[in-house]
């Protein structure tokens, strides 16, 4: 199919400042700096004309799929257009896969290092595009496949047998009779918040960690988020980002809502979490650089690992140590009507239980790949995920829905915090390192160094 003049023009422009070779000075020493300011101007051009492509791109395959597209802030003109004329499956694949070469054919001639960056986070993008749109239209990959096609990164996945270990401590912090995880789950049931104490304990809970995140990354004055209880969902948590520096965040009450969750969806979903990161993209890129790919987001996408890592990552960064369980003993259970409990039973149980979530995955993939039926895709997430068989449905459901987008959590946080945390620098420099996941074009790659 022939190119979009877009892409015509800019490469002639391009082709036009060599052809005639660099302007001389009086001396006959070429104007380099003219010219390297022309070069860059039209690899910006040619970008700019992808990103425009891209964002149209994906703007119709969201009408193809509910829940293809997390987030739009662009002009609404763009949005109504990509709607009232979307091309078929077919046409939008074979499309995605010409501006993927003309990704690659404009990268080659990039210079600049944050161009570069720009140009691979397209090309990612991309590829994730095209593989949802091949799924879209009947193929299957095997899950490892999968991830790394969408996300970026392939995982590796550990036997179940090899959290066996962590189930036998469990065991040891809740002794009694019956199988593991009913015994656990009774006694978490003591840490329920009450529904009529869920407003004020998560609002209470989101100001902590807008708090501990606004004293190293300075934030819009105008930012701001609507929070809503909502029923009927297979996640418990979810943002909304509406673009302007204002999210809606949701929090799923399907299920009983222990304390445990205030703080880690008020990171997760706030702050540092996916408010703030959909925040330092739009001020960032969006309105100071005019990248206009950003103002979308694909939900399958490498987009997403860095969402969901860093703002599952967010939780330890905001409350390091002994903070969190502190904040929830001393602020949170009041709020809430829990009575404190006498010794750290319950967070060493947290711990324990966290550190065995890696079985999810393995579940996950083996469950997607046919490898196991829902019946014992349900019953493995009771026994490892130390849950009731109402939330080892939820679970699962979740699975069948977004399948293995399960991997951006776990993984993406050890991804997240790896490179974070690399060479054991100040709680300064963590921050830093954080705003700067949260504030440029990041891959999973850029988190491996690679």
């Not at 009774?186 to 918040?193: G, P």
């Not at 054991?424 to 504030?439: F, Q, T």
């Amino acid at each position: 199919m022939p190119k979009p003049i877009f892409f015509s023009l800019a490469a002639a422009a391009l082709l036009a400042g060599c052809a005639a070779g660099p302007a001389k000075t009086p001396t006959g020493e070429p104007q380099v700096a003219a010219l390297d300011v022309r070069r860059a101007d039209a690899h910006a051009a040619a970008l700019d004309a992808i990103a425009a492509s891209y964002l149209r791109l994906s703007l119709e395959i969201g009408t193809h799929e509910p829940g293809y597209i997390d987030a739009y802030y662009g002009p609404a003109a763009i949005k109504a257009a990509a709607e009232a004329a979307p091309r078929d499956k077919p046409t939008l694949l074979a499309a995605t896969r010409a501006l993927m070469a003309e990704t690659d054919r404009t990268a080659r001639r990039l210079d600049d290092p944050l161009a570069k960056r720009r140009a691979a986070f397209l090309r990612a993008q991309l590829r994730a595009a095209e593989t949802r749109l091949m799924m879209m239209e009947g193929t299957r990959f095997a899950f490892v496949d999968e991830a790394e096609r969408l996300f970026g990164v392939r995982p590796r996945l550990k036997p179940l047998a090899s959290y066996d270990t962590e189930l036998a401590k469990i065991d040891a912090l809740v002794p009694g009779e019956g199988p593991l995880a009913d015994r656990v789950e009774a006694y978490l049931d003591a840490f329920t918040i009450p529904r009529d104490r869920l407003q004020p304990t998560f609002e209470a809970a989101i100001a902590r960690c807008r708090g501990r995140s606004l004293a190293h990354i300075p934030m819009p004055t105008d930012e701001s988020f609507r929070l809503e209880f909502v029923t009927g969902k297979s996640w418990s948590g979810y943002n909304y980002y509406q673009g302007g520096y204002h999210s809606l965040i949701q929090v799923n009450t399907d299920l009983p809502i222990r304390l445990s969750r205030a703080l880690d969806l008020g990171c997760h979903e706030g702050y540092p979490g996916h408010h703030l990161l959909n925040m330092k993209l739009e001020e960032k890129l969006v309105k100071e650089r005019g990248w206009t790919e950003f103002s979308v987001y694909p939900l399958y996408s490498p987009q997403s690992l860095i969402a969901e890592g860093s703002a599952n990552y967010g939780i330890d960064l905001a409350f390091p140590g002994d903070a969190k369980a502190a904040t929830e003993r001393d602020v949170l259970m009041p709020i809430a009507g829990i009575a404190a409990p006498a010794d750290d039973r319950y967070w060493q149980l947290l711990a324990a239980i966290e550190r065995a979530s890696g079985a999810r995955l393995t579940i996950a993939q083996q469950y997607l790949d046919g490898e196991i039926d829902r019946r014992a895709a349900v019953a493995l997430t009771q026994k490892y995920l130390l849950v009731s068989q109402p939330r080892a449905e939820q679970s699962v459901r979740f699975t069948d829905q977004y399948r293995s987008y399960v991997i951006n959590y776990g993984l993406g946080e050890a991804m997240v915090r790896a490179h974070v945390e690399r060479g054991k620098p100040s709680r300064a420099e963590m921050w830093r390192r954080m705003e700067r996941i949260v504030s440029e074009p990041t891959l999973p790659s850029d988190l491996q160094g690679q």
